[in-house]
């Protein structure tokens, strides 16, 4: 019922806001879907009237006025997208992350088809109207990941799903087995988080590392989000830590390419030829070593001192050498 309601209150919002002239109560109950079949003349002015009062209660300059001033005719209604836009608003990260959910529940609700019959049967019936007045109250998604939809979707209808999916390194890729809980953005980034059935335990996948399709991999309905699970907590909790610090490395040209996703070549003296000098992003002391340690001879660490004597005591360790 409160869904049927927001559809309603936001296709009455739209058709108002997008005419050039008053609209009179009859015209409204033409052109808003939810009017149409509100049965009864009473039944009709009694959900308007509401409706009417409660945009008001939200903020929203709803004006009242006459087609001809001349002339003492039934009122009309609008609302002056002057009067409604707002001033340009900074969001933080998660602010933008529902603002982008809010996007694909406005493209998938089925709110843009209800809205495009109500412009077309305003324009049949002679009234003007401002499409480009639309913007103020359609949400924009910035940025697409492009397995966003099929993971939003699985989610959804809580069905099982296969991907392949790059490690944080790009070191290896392998085929991962999901029961996707949710969609999230977090630290700017979009990832699924559910139940890993190869590993039996929740996991968090970023969407940019996700390779090729992802595929069904079993029935609509076949699993349920186990109650009490905080999505959100659980995604911090899996998350990594955020990469923060920074080491120095040199790295043998055309090599390492799995470290150079989070690190950039800097310019500086003393770098041997066939050779470059990264500056590396890293979270985890232990976790940079593990992964420099993987390049073998082509990468040396240069500092911190800490990440460098864990490279050097591992490699004395595997050399049989005392620490």
Do not use: C
Not at 54 to 72: A, K, M, Q, T
Not at 101 to 115: D, E
Request: glycine content about 8%; proline content about 5%.
């Amino acid at each position: 019922m409160a869904a049927r309601k927001s559809e309603r209150l936001l296709n009455l919002l739209i058709t108002l806001l997008v005419a050039r002239t008053y609209l009179t109560k009859e015209r409204l109950r033409e052109v808003v879907e939810q009017y149409r079949a509100a049965g009864s003349t009473e039944a009709f002015e009694k959900m308007f009237e509401r409706d009417k009062e409660e945009l008001r209660s939200l903020g929203i300059p709803i004006e009242v006025g006459h087609l001809d001033r001349g002339f003492d005719d039934e009122p009309g209604y609008r609302i002056v997208r002057s009067a409604f836009e707002l001033p340009e608003i900074d969001l933080e990260a998660d602010e933008a992350a529902v603002i982008g959910l809010a996007a694909r529940v406005w493209q998938h609700a089925g709110l843009a088809a209800q809205t495009s019959d109500a412009l077309v049967k305003l324009k049949a019936a002679g009234v003007s109207v401002d499409r480009e007045a639309l913007n103020v109250v359609q949400p924009q998604l910035a940025a697409e990941e492009p397995t966003f939809e099929a993971f939003w979707d699985a989610t959804l209808s809580r069905t099982p799903v296969r991907f392949d999916y790059r490690t944080m390194t790009g070191a290896a890729v392998g085929t991962r087995h999901l029961q996707p809980w949710g969609v999230v953005s977090y630290r700017a980034r979009w990832y699924v988080v559910g139940l890993d059935t190869d590993r039996d335990a929740p996991r968090l996948f970023r969407l940019s590392r996700v390779q090729g399709d992802v595929e069904r991999a079993g029935r609509a309905g076949s699993f349920q989000v186990p109650d009490g699970t905080d999505i959100r907590s659980l995604t911090q909790s899996l998350a990594p830590p955020a990469a923060d610090r920074v080491a120095q490395v040199l790295a043998r040209t055309d090599s390492a390419h799995g470290l150079r996703r989070h690190s950039r070549v800097v310019a500086g003296p003393g770098v041997p030829e066939g050779w470059e000098r990264l500056e590396t992003r890293y979270a985890g002391t232990d976790g940079l070593a593990d992964e420099i340690l993987g390049y073998g001879a082509d990468v040396v660490v240069e500092g911190p001192d800490d990440v460098r004597d864990i490279v050097v005591r591992r490699l004395r360790e595997l050399a049989g050498e005392p620490s």
